[in-house]
Nanobody, 130 residues
Framework: QVQLVESGGGSVQTGESLRLSCTSS????????MGWFRQSPGKEREAIAA???????TYVDSVKGRFTISKDNDKDTLHLQMTTLKPDDTAMYYC????????????????????????WGQGTQVTVAS
């Protein structure tokens, strides 16, 4: 069964905003390292934002100052607020969860590359026109 479900993607113009959501089917994800990834055709999937169990966040340089990752533990929901969107932000966006069973770190670095047991959502498309 699908454990994470993304929503909120769509088509916008340069400079506009979107708010992505990722709903978990398990309350145990409050203890996980949660993150957002994106992938464009012909490019590798990259981690762009991460949030740990205490609410600490890290971002890849290309989205710093524009994107904000947050979570609502009561609703088991992860969010990505995206502002000042650019055409280069066009991609499929995925949320993911890394279990503390496999890693005690929660940063962009720790989410980069494969991770045993990582749980993925199905993705939501974001398209930014100039």
């Amino acid at each position: 069964q699908v454990q994470l479900v993304e929503s909120g993607g769509g088509s916008v113009q340069t400079g506009e905003s979107l708010r992505l959501s990722c709903t978990s089917s398990s309350h145990t994800y409050t203890t996980y390292c949660m993150g957002w990834f994106r992938q464009s055709p012909g490019k590798e999937r990259e981690a762009i934002a991460a949030i740990d169990s205490d609410g600490g966040t890290t971002y890849v340089d290309s989205v710093k100052g524009r994107f904000t990752i947050s979570k609502d533990n009561d609703k088991d929901t992860l969010h990505l607020q995206m502002t000042t969107l650019k055409p280069d932000d066009t991609a499929m966006y995925y949320c993911a969860a890394d279990s503390p069973i496999f890693t005690m770190d929660c940063t962009i670095a720790s989410m980069t590359g494969p991770r045993e047991g990582r749980i993925w959502g199905q993705g939501t498309q974001v398209t930014v026109a100039s």
